[in-house]
């Protein structure tokens, strides 16, 4: 990303969530505006520089028309609204998630993109459609974006997104912790065209 694309207003998309709840508040303590894209903005309760809008990440029209404005979008795939993943059905929803977002940010000049979710079909796409697994790959690769491929806690021992649950102290720091990694990712603009693994050193590899 070039330096002067300065990000002080980022959309958001996969909220109610607790990783959604984690980032907002990331964004809160770097003093940047939010905007909270979800089906029915009045269930976003107002506070300072949050904002909410209605859309559809997995259309492209809408999209382009929610994100308007921002300087960059996260969008959680894992969440529980999206409910997108690497199983059969999880996957078509990552699949057209992410292909509404490269197409929809373009249009409203929107360059960086961070994407929250299962990416394990980088790494095992047998059980898949080979044929929008193949898709997603090369529209990724030729996607004129400042994206990254960001991996959700719970796929490496260190991350707790799935025990983040039942009072544990220690696993809703790490998920802050994560939650101020991604938010610093985005700002500087590091790991773009990559997939990465975010511990307590994030880790960047290329991908697709």
């Keep these: 990303m070039s330096e002067t694309n300065v990000i002080e207003k980022i959309a958001l998309y ?31 309760a107002a506070r300072p520089k949050l904002s909410a809008k209605s859309g559809n990440p997995f259309d492209a029209a809408s999209v382009a028309r929610s994100v308007a404005g921002a300087d960059a979008v996260i969008a959680v795939l894992s969440s529980r609204q999206l409910r997108a993943g690497c199983d059969s059905n999880g996957f ?29 079909w980088l790494d095992d796409a047998a059980h898949l459609p080979g044929e929008k697994v193949e898709h997603l790959q090369h529209s990724l690769h030729k996607s004129p974006l400042a994206w990254t491929l960001v991996d959700v806690p719970g796929h490496r021992p260190s991350d707790s997104q799935g025990t983040a649950r039942d009072g544990d102290h220690t696993a809703i720091i790490t998920l802050q912790r994560y939650a101020c990694s991604v938010i610093d990712q985005c700002l500087l603009g590091t790991s773009v065209n990559q997939r990465l693994h975010v511990d307590a050193r994030p880790q960047a590899e290329e991908a697709p």
Aim: net charge negative; no cysteine.
């Design 14 to 44: 996969g909220a109610p969530d607790r990783m959604t709840d984690a980032l907002l508040e990331a964004m809160a303590s770097k003093g940047l505006q939010a905007i909270v894209i979800v089906d029915d903005p009045t269930d976003i």
């Design 92 to 120: 078509e929803r990552t699949y057209d998630a992410i292909i509404a977002l490269l197409e929809g940010l373009p249009s409203a000049r929107v360059q960086r993109l961070l994407l929250i979710g299962d990416h394990s």
